[in-house]
């Protein structure tokens, strides 16, 4: 089964940008849907991002749509989230996930994702 290796957090200030990347470990990546969700301290693990198997189709949180963009290179069996004007509630660990036989129905829910990473911590400072 593939492995999820998130890269790419760290401590930014408000307006700021960081770009997180999502390491895969097989070549199976490109087999699979994918997600990002976020998890801040007491908070429910929220989705964030979803990208179709060959990322032709993308699907934001109305609370990042306009600011977040999730891509996929499944020749280098890696995904992205590209974060632009970040705000103090970004503030979260960000998880990607993979599934293979996800519905696009349900790319908003955590449960259906098979495959996890093992978070990145992103801080947004106001």
């Known amino acids: 089964q593939v492995q999820l290796v998130e890269s790419g957090g760290g401590l930014v200030q408000a307006g700021g940008s960081l770009k997180l990347s999502c390491a895969a470990s097989?070549?199976?990546?490109?087999?699979?849907?994918m997600g990002w969700f976020r998890q801040a301290p007491g908070k429910e693990r929220e989705f964030v991002a979803f990208?179709?198997?060959?990322?032709?189709?993308?699907f934001h949180a109305d609370s990042v749509k306009g600011r977040f963009t999730i891509s996929r290179d499944n020749a280098k069996n890696t995904g992205y989230l590209q974060m632009n004007s970040l705000k103090p509630e970004d503030t979260a660990v960000y998880y990607c996930?993979?599934?293979?036989?996800?519905?696009?129905?349900?790319?908003?829910?955590?449960?259906?994702?098979?495959?996890w990473g093992q978070g990145t911590q992103v801080t947004v400072s106001s």
């Open positions: 097989s070549r199976t990546f490109s087999s699979a849907a």
């Open positions: 990208v179709s198997r060959s990322g032709g189709t993308t």
């Open positions: 996930a993979a599934d293979y036989h996800i519905a696009a129905t349900h790319r908003q829910d955590a449960k259906k994702y098979a495959v």
